[in-house]
């Protein structure tokens, strides 16, 4: 990949790293009060975040021949079966435990929380073994 | 509002357009679409030779990822830096974080993606899977967020 186009990459992290610090997901105790009903933020947060990217997702194929610095868009693969939606289900399992999804694990660190570590080398060890032994 | 938003609403909104913007701008710069979770597969590509790791939308995408990972550190650093809070630092028990950091890895990754990948990418893209996706996971995450309650409130 061109250097200019991981600059673009870089400043896109830079962008959902400071958005998850502001909304305060880096802080399981606030993603735990939603999923017990006590603090309904985390809807703004997706739906905010869904709705500008549903705008760009829909206006950028039809307005530019071709990304700034790509070859072509993509799209994100999802297919309807069992593992889709089962792994879904195990994911939610994880995340009411925890508080902590992939993005935060991983942006967390940034803001100096560091038990988050904790959940993300929990998370390493997770996709290994879904890799090893239950890839597709 | 007092009683949904009892932390108030407006830094939800911002944060949540701000990681929208970030997704978006990655779609218009680049063409990708920026979940997450990958990112913990493609890592496994870098010590592992087993088949699943080197596949090319691993192997192949590897790179981008760790610059998007390093980002998101980097932005959360820079509100850090900017906001003048004090380091955010969870009291979630470190079992919590273990094991379930670990059931959500597993799971996001059978899954093909997780909060960011179906609840984000997926939904503005309108897939049907990823919405169906993202109501299992709200509806197991809060069944087990009710149940277990470790001493402490977290």
Redesign the interface.
């Known amino acids: 990949m061109r250097p200019r186009a991981l600059a673009f990459v870089l400043i896109a992290g830079l962008l959902f790293g400071y958005g998850l610090a502001l909304s305060t997901m880096i802080r399981p105790e606030v993603v735990l009060s939603f999923l017990r009903f006590q603090d309904f933020g985390l809807l703004l947060v997706l739906g905010g975040a869904a709705g500008v990217t549903l705008l760009a997702y829909r206006f950028a194929p039809r307005l530019m021949r071709r990304p700034l610095a790509g070859d072509a868009f993509g799209v994100h693969p999802s297919a309807l079966n069992a593992r889709t939606l089962g792994g879904a289900a195990i994911f939610g399992v994880g995340w009411g435990l925890c508080g902590v999804c992939p993005g935060p694990a991983i942006a967390g660190l940034g803001a100096g929380n560091a038990p988050l570590v904790v959940a993300l080398i929990g998370m390493l060890a997770g996709a290994y073994v879904q890799g090893r032994w239950f890839g597709d | 509002m007092d009683a ?4 108030g ?1 407006a ?27 990958t ?3 493609a ?2 590509s870098l010590v ?1 030779r ?4 080197q596949q090319p939308r691993f192997t192949a995408t590897r ?2 990822r760790i ?14 830096l900017t ?1 003048g809070a004090p ?6 028990a ?1 079992w ?35 919405l ?3 109501l ?11 149940v ?1 309650r470790a001493p402490g409130g ?1």
């Not at chain 2, 911002?14 to 920026?34: N, R």
């Open positions: 949904l938003f009892p932390h609403y830094h939800y909104l911002i944060g949540g357009l701000l990681i929208g913007a970030g997704v978006a701008w990655l779609f218009v710069s680049t063409g990708l679409v920026g979940g997450i979770s990112f913990y597969t890592m496994w592992s087993a088949p699943h790791f790179a981008w610059v998007y990972a390093l980002g998101l550190v980097a932005g959360a650093f820079v509100w850090l906001s380091a955010v630092v969870t009291h979630v470190p919590q974080l273990a094991l379930g950091g670990f059931v959500a890895g597993f799971g996001a990754r059978l899954s093909g993606g997780c909060t960011s990948g179906h609840g984000i990418c997926g939904l503005a893209s309108l897939q049907l899977p990823s169906l996706a993202v299992i996971f709200l509806a197991t995450a809060i069944v087990t967020a009710n277990v977290a």
